[in-house]
């Protein structure tokens, strides 16, 4: 049962994000995806196999559970995110934006752990929380790295 | 987290390799756009740490890179090693001007040289094959990674083409874009 809600959580945001209006190019949604994607695998594998402050499953589809979150719910609901952040210019439409992610992004956490799919040992969703909104201001930066980088190649031309 | 187990062999050569890659790297003449150098650059990143944190640990755990199953920092300047090798894979695509009747012996070349690079990794105790893995496995990794790599690099120039853009960009030659 925990496999198929994390298997519909992933189709679901990997469809949302397919049909919604973008208004990042391929290559900034790209490149913001796979910096997301590091530090999201590097981040889980620091806190529960190196410093052990989550316990993560031994069966092999809840670990896969966690898988699809740490490898595609966690970057494509940041990207998401940052496509409705750039939509509007108002800083409480993008303020607003990030607080749904952290939300949506703490509960998916905390729904691994109601699930059995991950235990918490010392760390709590508040930690979460910060991580979540530190990871979408980073998602943030990624975009205007790859953004200013866009520029000067399209101005050249 | 150590910055690594002991001083050798493998962490020569991966202070050799880095060196050896980034000269390249910044010597060879500049044939893509920036943007596409720096996507290319953190796809070659993403994908070894990919592989490395889903198949080479956690449950599944069929290599060991370095000294431990650990995370030392030298596993970091490990994946900083594939970023150039996502790069030049790129580069010589767009040099070589690969298309159709190509693209089969282009992907194939690259897999052959990345599974002799994998072996030279092992000679040099950079990678560590465990839990019944073995070279045959790593053809298929080679294959989709690459196959993926060349038609994502075919999707962004069309789609530059498209939009009409970039085209110059993407497909320059003058080599300081």
Known sequence: MTFSIFFFLTWLVISIFAVMQKKLSLVENTFVFLVILVVSINFSWIIADELKLITLPKEKLPYTAYLMNRSIIIPVLVLIQLNICMARDAFFWKAGSILTAVLLLTGINYLMTALNISSYTNWNPGFDAIYFLLLNLTALIAYSIIDRASEKAVNHT | ?177
Do not use: C
């Open chain 2, 1 to 177: 987290m150590k910055l690594w187990e002991t001083f050798d062999k493998n962490e020569i050569y991966i202070l050799v390799m880095l060196v050896v890659v980034f000269v390249a790297f910044f010597m060879f003449p500049k044939k893509l756009p920036r943007h596409i150098t720096l996507l290319f650059l953190v796809w070659g990143f993403t994908t070894s740490t990919f592989y490395d944190f889903t198949i080479g640990g956690g449950l599944m755990d069929f290599y060991k890179v370095n000294d431990s199953n650990k995370y030392e920092l030298i596993d970091l300047l490990t994946y900083f090693l594939f970023a150039p090798f996502s790069y030049f894979f790129v580069y010589f695509y767009h040099r070589f001007r690969i298309d159709r009747k190509t693209f089969i012996f282009y992907v194939l070349g690259w897999s052959i040289l990345g599974l002799l690079m994998e072996q030279l990794s092992r000679f040099m105790d950079m990678i560590h094959y465990q839990s019944g893995y073995s070279m045959k496995y790593s053809i298929a990794v080679f294959l989709v990674t690459q196959t993926t790599t060349a038609l994502f690099y075919e999707w962004i120039t069309r789609q530059q083409r498209r939009t009409g853009v970039s085209d110059d960009v993407v497909k320059s030659d003058n080599g300081s874009v």
